[in-house]
């Protein structure tokens, strides 16, 4: 019993390996996926999410249910996100295919019904978010951008003129 705690079933190489793995599998999916996946999910998002981990699960951990096993598979997710961070803040290439770029969704109160398809968001969800930032209709924002970590940035005309100068959109 305590033997099945401590020595891992499978070779740590094949653990950290497999857990590596995995760690570059979901990033690359979340990064095809859109940007929504990392922002406001809605119930359908959550269901994939739990259902995705749970599906990955196995293929992480093998046939290893040791604690020895599970410390060795966590560590290197952690060491794997801290090279991934380290790579994309000091690289912006780096950063825009890891991440993505930022999508302007509504520019001086017109929608824009192709990027709104892109990122499969609705009118309905800008009203919704640019409310709950104090503004009353669509036509007194100026900019609304889905930030690559999934955040709606919803401006009026002096915050967006300062964000397209920032990213030489002017």
Do not use: C
């Not at 570059?24 to 929504?36: D, P, W």
């Not at 259902?51 to 096993?69: E, H, K, T």
């Not at 770029?101 to 609705?122: F, N, Q």
């Not at 919704?128 to 709606?152: C, M, Q, T, Y």
């Amino acid at each position: 019993m305590i033997e099945d705690l401590f020595v891992p079933q499978i070779p740590l190489l094949e653990k950290a390996l497999r857990s590596l793995l995995v760690f570059v599998f979901l990033v690359a999916a979340l990064r095809l996926g859109g940007k929504r996946e990392l922002g406001e999910i809605n119930v359908l998002d959550f269901a994939v999410l739990l259902l995705v981990s749970n599906a990955l699960q196995n293929a992480m951990i093998g046939a290893d249910n040791s604690l020895i096993g599970g410390v060795a598979g966590a560590s290197t997710l952690f060491a794997a996100n801290y090279v991934f961070v380290r790579v994309v803040t000091r690289s912006r290439r780096a950063s825009r295919i890891l991440e993505g770029a930022p999508t302007v969704l509504l520019e001086h109160g017109r929608l824009l019904p192709r990027a709104l398809r892109s990122e499969a968001i609705t009118e309905d969800e800008l009203r919704s978010a640019a409310a709950e930032r104090g503004f009353a209709d669509l036509l007194a924002v100026d900019l609304i951008v889905l930030e690559p970590n999934g955040h709606l940035a919803i401006m009026g005309p002096d915050a967006a003129g300062a964000w397209r100068a920032r990213h030489d959109l002017t």
